[in-house]
């Protein structure tokens, strides 16, 4: 890991914590959403 990102349990510990937030199905879901919004993907398939 690049040393301004910290040691590795620090970096552990942040997947964790945003894991559990659901930080990254927020922001899988607003992606979707956006590209749905452009008509970039077909969401019904």
Same mark, same amino acid.
């Given at each position: 890991?690049? @040393? =301004? %990102?910290? &040691?590795?349990?620090? !970096?552990?510990?942040?997947? +964790?914590?945003? @894991? +559990?937030? @659901? /930080?990254? =199905?927020? /922001?899988? &879901? @607003?992606? !979707?959403? =956006?590209?749905?919004?452009?008509?970039? /993907? %077909?969401?019904?398939?």
């Amino acid at each position: 890991m690049p @040393a =301004e %990102d910290g &040691n590795w349990s620090t !970096i552990y510990d942040r997947f +964790r914590a945003w @894991a +559990r937030q @659901a /930080v990254f =199905e927020t /922001v899988m &879901n @607003a992606m !979707i959403a =956006e590209t749905g919004a452009r008509g970039d /993907v %077909d969401l019904d398939r």
